[in-house]
Nanobody, 127 residues
């Protein structure tokens, strides 16, 4: 069983940047692909980004590619989401997710493909 702990959310003005962190406890981090999802007010949980367990592959959701970067430090059991040029529509609760990945370069965009979730961290972007 893995526990995921997110941090780094907050309030930022449009055009600003934030870095979210997610640290995993209790499972071999290097065997997991990692993902970030977000849920805005009154919206469904949407895919934001995924990174393969070997960090060779990344995948991004609609509207964030080119502004967001995902990377991981397997030695620290941590995955990061660096967000630039934030917009009010980026507001929401951001969740970290993990899943075992049989392929080193596999990334996953569907929420139901993940078996572990963090508690979420709030990101609010003011206009």
């Amino acid at each position: 069983q893995v526990e995921l702990v997110e941090s780094g959310g907050g309030l930022v003005q449009a055009g600003g940047s934030l870095r979210l962190s997610c640290t995993a406890f209790g499972r071999t981090f290097g065997s997991d692909a990692m993902g970030w999802f977000r849920q805005g007010p009154g919206k469904e949980r949407d895919f934001v980004a995924s990174i393969s367990r070997n960090a060779a592959s990344t995948e991004f959701g609609d509207g964030v590619e080119g502004r967001f970067t995902i990377f991981r430090d397997n030695a620290q059991n941590t995955v990061y989401l660096h967000m630039n040029d934030l917009k009010p529509e980026d507001t929401g609760v951001y969740y970290c997710a993990a899943r075992r990945s049989p392929w080193g370069s596999g990334t996953y965009w569907r929420a139901d493909e993940y078996d572990a979730w963090g508690q979420g961290t709030q990101v609010t972007v003011s206009s």
